[in-house]
């Protein structure tokens, strides 16, 4: 399987703790993107990567979520001391540019978050 | 102001017959990419379709067109001869210069035997 993964595919916690989840990128997709997304709505951007630089962070990524890419190849996002509305799909996707401007990224399955 | 509006939270259409989903966007760049995303309940985004804003023709890619008016500032999805597998959550997105993808609420389409 090529694509973006994501583990795991669901998680439920307590609110206090601290979860991680993991995105492995398509192999040659330099670029790595974090969504969130809740119900009835369109994902949300939280960061993204150039290889192992975080290039750009969303206000929504409060002091309690970080990143990281090291060595630009998969992905960590944590969360820590969960609250309630946290409780949301975190979706990965990968990119690389190509010539004449067209960029697509592509998405993971995603990890679905509930925190109790 | 919404960077990415799709004003249609659902439509229906008959199996075999086109639909339209509608989305208009507001950005101040010159190069930007506009996108089309299904989701099906279980929650993958699937890439559908891409625009670049120097295209001058209408992107196609199978049954999916792009109805790109670039003066409008509209992007809609037209979805040829619908089958039951096409029910599911349509987003509509933009990515500006500085990378980042906006995307609207979303429509879903339900399409009817």
């Known amino acids: 399987d090529t694509g973006v993964s994501q583990n795991p595919r669901h998680k439920i916690t307590k609110r206090g703790q601290n979860v991680t989840f993991r995105c492995d990128p398509i192999s040659e997709h330099n670029r790595l993107y974090w969504y969130r997304q809740t119900l009835g709505q369109g994902p949300e951007f939280l960061t993204y990567?150039?290889?192992?630089?975080?290039?750009?962070k969303s206000r929504l990524l409060s002091d309690r979520f970080s990143a990281e890419r090291p060595k630009g190849s998969f992905s960590t996002l944590e969360i820590q001391r969960t609250e309630q509305g946290d409780s949301a799909m975190y979706l990965c996707a990968s990119s690389t540019p190509r010539t004449g401007g067209e960029e697509t990224q592509y998405f993971g399955p995603g990890t679905r978050l509930l925190v109790l | 102001a919404q960077k990415i509006t799709q004003t249609q939270p659902g439509m229906f259409v008959q199996e075999k017959e086109a639909v339209t989903l509608d989305c208009t966007y507001d950005?101040?760049?010159?190069?930007?990419?506009l996108f089309w995303y299904k989701q099906p309940s279980s929650g993958e985004m699937i890439f559908l379709i891409y625009q670049g804003s120097y295209d001058e023709q209408n992107a196609t890619e199978g049954r999916y067109s792009l109805n790109f008016q670039k003066a409008r500032k509209s992007a809609n999805l037209v979805i040829s001869a619908s089958q039951l597998g096409d029910s599911a959550m349509y987003f509509c997105a933009m990515r500006e210069f500085d990378q980042k993808v906006t995307f609207g609420t979303g429509t879903k389409l339900q399409v009817i035997p």
């Open positions: 950005t101040s760049d010159q190069s930007y990419g």
């Open positions: 990567f150039q290889n192992e630089a975080q290039l750009e």
